[in-house]
Structure formats: C-alpha cells, structure tokens
C-alpha cells in the first residue's frame, strides 16, 4: 500500500486568508451543459470552455464531429450571450476567459474564429475578456503573428526564450493524468504528491496561471487541487465548485482555545450504588458531527469521549419527525413525547409534571444552569407549563413559582435588572453562589454572547454544584450548553466548535464532581441535532476541521447519549429520548 501524504492532510484554514486571489473555476466541456455559458457564467466560473469544428465556412460546437447540431453556433452559443452579458451591464468575473478548443484543421479554424470576431468588437476590445485557443493551435513561434486579443493555452514545460511568445500564453494546461490516477476521493500518495506538486512549481516558473485538465471531479480534489496553487480549478459542475471554494474559508476552522482532558477515576462507574444526585448536560443541537468534530479540533480527544457508558436517543416529537428543543426539552423533562413548541404540556394543553416537581416531593433541591435565557425552550421544560415557547411572561410567572432552587443563565435587558424574580434572590456575581445560604437563588450572565468559550459555563456549573451540595439534600441539576445549536443553525463551525470546548469544559466540573461524591450520576446528550453536520476533511496536528452542513435547520438525527457514575449502564441502548425521565426515575428507585 502506498504512504498517503501527511502534509495533504494538514491543510490549513489560514492558506485561504493569506491567498490574494482564490482559484478561477474553469468549466470544462461547457457546451455539455443544460444551459451552456449561462449555467457557469451565473455560478461565478470565471472560464469556460468550448469545443469548435470548422465544417464549411461554420463553426460548430460540440465534443466530437458526429455530434454536431448545426443549430449549436459558435456565435449562438458563446458570442452572442457574452456580447448580452455587455449590453444588459451585467456583473462578471474579471478577467473572464473563453477557452476554444479548436478540433479540427488549426490554421482554418483560427482564421474562421477571427473573422467572426470582427462582427463583436464589444468581445475582442474588452480588457475583461480573454480569447484563449487551445487544443490544435499553431505552432509556438507563430503565436505572435496573430491579433492582440488572441491569446494561447500552453501544453507544454519547455523553455521559452522569446518573452513575444510568452506574452501570447495566457495560461499553462497539462493532463493530470500523465502524472497520477488519482480519482479524487481519499487522499494523494506521497509519491504522486511531490511529483504534481513539481510540476506546478514548474508551470509557474513561466509566470503563467496553469490548469490540470482530466481531473477527478469532487469536492476533495477541488480543495486539494486549489491549496496546491493550480490557478483554474477544472469542473463540469461549476455551480457546486464555486459554491464550495468560495464558502471553504466560512467552513474551515482552527482551534486555539482547548479544554483540558479530565480522566475519570471510574471508581463507582456501573456500580450498583445508591444514586443519590443527578446531573443532565444538555448540549443543544450537539449531535455525534458535532461531539466529533470538537474532539478532533481539540487534540483529538475531551473529557466526554473518555466515558464507557454509550446510547443513542431517537428524537422525533409527538407530531413531527424533526424535533425543536421545546418538544425535546419537554420529553426529557417529563417522560412523555410532546408537540413542537410546547412546553412541560401535552398535546391537547394538559400539563405534565416535569422532573423537578417530581423530585421537589422526595426532597430534591433542584437547578438549571443555561448558556441561553432562563426562559428559552430547553430550560423552561424543566420548570414551566405553557402551550407555546414563545409565551415568555408566562414562562417566567412559571420559573417564580417553581420548585427550583437555583438558576444561572444569560440575561436579557430586563431581567438583568431584577433583584428578585418570585422567591429567587438575583446575586451580582457568580462567584456568590457556591457560598449562598440563601434558599432560591437566581444569577444572570451579562449579554448574548458566547460565554462558555470563556469558561464561565463551567464556572457556573463549579459553583452551582457547591451551592447545591451545601444544602445536605438530594439535587437535580440540569446543565444546558445553548449555542451550540446557535451555531449550527448558522452553520457556523468555529462557532460549534468553541462552544463545544466550552460545554466539554463543563462536562468536566460534572466529572470531577461525581469523583468526589461517588453517589453522583451525570448523564449528557443533546436534544436534537442541528446543521445536518458531517467532516469532510481536517488537519489534525493543527487542530483544524473542515465542516460542510446540509441544512440551517434540526434535523431527524439520532443523538449520543453518555453517563458515568452509579448505574451508568443503565442508559447504554436506543431508545426514545423521553425514556432518559423514566431511567433516571429507575436509578433513583423511583419507580411509577
């Protein structure tokens, strides 16, 4: 087998930032498509390719000569739509190259292409457009006996002495072939690897854009051809091509900011010890893409991926495939599947008794920490009873009335200037909570930004777990890492990727918690996935990852499902996210 290149593997996001200029998309065999020059021309290639046959005194365009359509114009094709594209004023990439791929007789056809370029002055006198002949072309030493705006592709690596020739090349073509069978999935041998690589060095000694023709075709070839420097990326899919090199910076992220790796002692993990505290971690829309692609950025690992205990939870709503978080919250919170966008209610409005009024009545102490306001879907499943997500003052009439004892999440402009909301005392710092004496209290983290990056959700979490602890009761808490579907609904993996650090950063403060005080079971997942995340490619030395979503929305996917502590095979399995209530119930004995 031979060795894949490391250094193909280590592609990084900052190569994109530092290129002046991004690759030109060249659509290959143009006059192949459905709408030929328009469909590249509207994508944004800023090269398109046409094949012509001179038949009399006509040029023609197809692939081969049995497939000549005297209907299919050189000029109808391609002259006529450019001189449009001038007389409507429409946008176009600048330079824009016409590359005729001359299939019959050179010197006729040349001559044939030229006099009927005389008829488009707007064409052959706008800077912006370069004629290109390739394929049968003249002799080298001959390029310069035609018109100024007639330039050449070069297929060959031989030196050049006469800077008049050189100045007709308009660019470098070879067959990549000739160097590697490559078919653009996997990755480059070394071997190949170093000899393309030699080889555009050498094209671009000639100070000449160059073009691989015969390429693979896909996503990954289109990457690995452009962080190479070859100048045309060669495509029949422009659309897709241009889409995906010029979103790749959007979607290409290194990490700089990591969370430690906390191992666990396993000391209770399995056991069949008493469970006495229970902690959930909600990361939100924090499917498996999501948990894989932080773990790789971050050094390969996080203190979640050194758990034993695995499951996956089926998502779907009462009344939809795809869940929103208030249909999931509310399942998790209650054991019972709702409807989208209700909260701690059934479908026919009827209440259900979440988890935290459950507890109250065993003597549980209870908190919900959030990254997200206090009254947002996911941590209003816990405590509240409404119809719709969007009924905010009645969520919060529910918060003050509920059994909680303790809630830290992000503020809003009103909120944040309460002193008390009910019976909740609102401290002013977050460092009050752990030491509290107090029974309910409330602690709102300034602004919407993201916070966990800066450790604060893990500060939260450290300090609630305190506060909880000194009350000598039993506790509930609920831990939800919000901006992780912020993110994927924006699909922003940067964004996913540091509030993931964030919520790992939690998870381990849970961790060390449940080390401490062995009758402590933390169970993490998430509510649902978001972006439809999957990770083509990454550098993992430099923790890079190259995230490619699939929509701004949830999607139907299943979600992992973790614990560890006493009777953490419990929730190993697949099953229906509203069986996590009913489980935790079971490990607690507290059977229905």
């Known amino acids: 087998m031979k060795k894949i290149a490391p250094f ?40 398109i390719e046409a094949d012509v046959f001179l038949v009399g005194d006509s040029l023609f365009i197809a692939h081969t000569e049995k497939e000549i359509d005297n209907r299919r114009s050189l000029e109808r094709l391609y002259f006529e739509p450019l001189q449009e594209v001038f007389a409507l ?12 791929d001359i299939k019959s007789k050179p010197y006729a056809t040349l001559d044939a292409i030229i006099k009927v370029l005389d008829r488009y002055p707007s064409i052959r ?41 050189l100045e007709k090349i308009a660019l470098i073509s070879l067959s990549f072939r000739n160097f590697s069978e490559w078919n653009g999935k996997g990755r480059l041998t070394t071997e190949d690897y170093e000899k393309v690589s030699v080889i555009i060095e050498k094209a671009h000694a000639f100070e000449k854009p160059f073009r691989f023709w015969a390429t693979p075709d896909s996503k990954t070839a289109w990457k690995v051809f452009s962080d190479l420097g070859v100048d045309f990326v060669n495509t029949d899919m422009p659309f897709d091509c241009v889409q995906y090199l010029n ?24 056991t069949y010890q008493a469970v006495e505290n229970i902690i959930l971690m909600i990361g939100d829309g924090n499917g498996l893409a999501q948990i894989s692609a932080t773990a790789l950025a971050n050094k390969g690992a996080l203190s979640l991926t050194q758990l034993k205990s695995i499951g996956f939870l089926k998502t779907q709503s009462a009344d939809d495939f795809t869940t929103d978080s208030a249909g999931a919250g509310t399942a998790l919170a209650t054991g019972k599947k709702a409807p989208n966008r209700a909260i701690g209610n059934d479908g026919e409005g009827n209440r259900l008794e979440n988890i935290t009024e459950l507890l109250a009545k065993k003597g549980f102490v209870s908190g919900i920490i959030t990254t997200d306001e206090i009254s947002g ?96 009761k039993p506790f509930f808490l609920m831990v939800e890492g919000a901006k992780i579907d912020s993110y994927a609904h924006e699909n922003d993996i940067g964004g996913v990727i ?86 935790i119930l079971k490990v607690l004995n507290m059977q229905e």
């Open 498 to 583: 540091s509030e993931g650090i964030g919520f790992d950063k939690a998870i381990t403060e849970a961790l060390k918690f449940a080390d401490r005080n062995t009758g402590t079971l933390v169970i993490i997942t998430a509510d649902h996935e978001t972006g439809g995340l999957t990770i083509p490619q990454g550098n993992f030395e430099k923790n890079e990852i190259e995230g490619d979503f699939t929509t701004h929305d949830h999607t139907g996917m299943m979600v992992p499902i973790f614990a560890y502590g006493p009777q953490s095979g419990e929730f190993q399995g697949v099953y229906e996210n509203n069986e996590v209530f009913h489980k």
């Open 8 to 47: 193909l593997l280590l592609i990084s996001s900052t190569l994109f930032a530092q290129n002046a200029i991004q690759p030109r998309i060249h659509s290959h065999n143009d006059y192949l498509q459905n709408v030929p020059f328009w469909k590249a021309f509207s994508a944004g290639a800023s090269s």
């Open 247 to 270: 979103t790749l910076p959007d979607r290409y992220y290194r990490n700089t900011e990591f969370s430690e790796i906390y191992r666990p002692i396993f000391a209770a993990d399995g």
């Open 125 to 165: 006198e706008n800077d912006g457009i370069t004629i290109t002949i390739s394929g049968n072309r003249p002799k080298p030493l001959e390029y310069p006996n035609y018109p100024d705006y007639i330039f050449f592709d070069h297929q060959s690596l031989d030196a050049i002495e006469n800077p008049a020739i």
């Open 89 to 100: 004023g429409l946008n176009h990439p600048k330079p824009l190259q016409l590359l005729i």
């Open 377 to 472: 879907a996911t941590p209003s499943s816990f405590y509240a009873h409404r119809q719709d997500r969007s009924m905010s003052e009645g969520i919060m009439d529910d918060l003050a009335k509920s059994p909680l004892s303790l809630f830290i999440s992000t503020a809003n402009p009103t909120n944040l200037k309460q002193n008390t909301i009910g019976d909740f005392s609102i401290l002013t710092t977050l460092d009050e909570v752990r030491n509290s004496k107090k029974d309910k209290i409330g602690f709102f983290m300034p602004g919407k930004t993201s916070s966990s990056t800066k450790n604060e959700l893990a500060r939260a979490t450290d300090n609630a777990l305190r506060f909880l602890e000194n009350t000598n």
